[in-house]
């Protein structure tokens, strides 16, 4: 059964750096793209990157100065580091397995 | 990038009812591959999106055949017939062709 779950954070300072995990079962992070995508809170959806299966990175070029994606296959676990974090930044955080499966998102508030 | 236009931005129909979804994207769809990557995704109240439609017409795995994608190029239709409770929530488009992957503003189904 594919699942995908992301943790980190719920509350980062502004200007901090946000760091998140998503930890995946089911399937391997060498077949498949993981994607992280952002929803901020009562609007639509942004896609932030994905970690392709061979191990590339893409980024969403509005975020890209400030975005970076890695992985550690032996864990089953993508990461997702953004820096210089602002108010606007706040949302829920999903990764997903290209279109087809979500985890279940984690919120994030940026506040002092 | 490439902008996701969706209409309407809200829809109220009634229970067995039978609507429909535009999408239109600022750009063609068409990969270089052949492939158009055309999604539908509903998101229910408090849940992640969930996939119904990928390449433009292709049903995923459990999705009723209530739910139908049509279209080509820039044009694209969801349609919804005999809509049961389940179905509220609000509809995405989204685009998988050309980075920034990009999503739709979203459409509202709401019950009469």
């Known amino acids: 059964q594919v699942q995908l779950k992301e943790s980190g954070p719920g509350l980062v300072q502004p200007s901090q750096t946000l760091s998140l995990t998503c930890t995946v079962s089911g399937f391997s992070l060498t077949s498949y793209n993981v994607h992280w995508v952002r929803q901020p809170p009562g609007k639509g959806l942004e896609w932030m990157g994905r970690m392709r299966y061979n191990g590339d990175t893409s980024y969403n070029s509005a975020l890209k100065s400030r975005l970076s994606i890695s992985r550690d296959t032996s864990k089953n676990q993508v990461f997702l580091k953004m820096n210089s974090l602002q108010t606007d930044d706040t949302g829920t955080y999903y990764c997903?397995?290209?279109?087809?499966?979500w985890g279940q998102g984690v919120m994030v508030t940026v506040s002092s | 990038d490439v902008v996701m236009t969706q209409t309407p931005v809200s829809l109220s129909v009634s229970l067995g009812g039978q609507v429909s979804i535009s999408c239109r994207s600022s750009?063609?769809?068409?990969?270089?591959?052949?492939?158009?990557?055309l999604s539908w995704y509903l998101q229910k109240p408090g849940q992640s999106p969930q996939l119904l439609i990928y390449?433009?017409?292709n049903r995923f795995s459990g999705i009723s055949d209530r739910f139908s994608g049509s279209g080509s190029g820039t044009d694209f239709t969801l349609k919804i017939s005999r809509v049961e409770p389940d179905d509220l929530g609000v509809y995405y488009c989204?685009?998988?062709?050309?980075?920034?992957?990009?999503f739709g503003a979203g459409t509202k189904l709401e019950l009469k």
């Open positions: 997903t397995r290209d279109e087809s499966h």
């Open positions: 390449k433009v017409s």
């Open positions: 750009q063609s769809l068409v990969h270089n591959n052949g492939n158009t990557y």
């Open positions: 989204g685009q998988g062709t050309q980075y920034p992957y990009t």
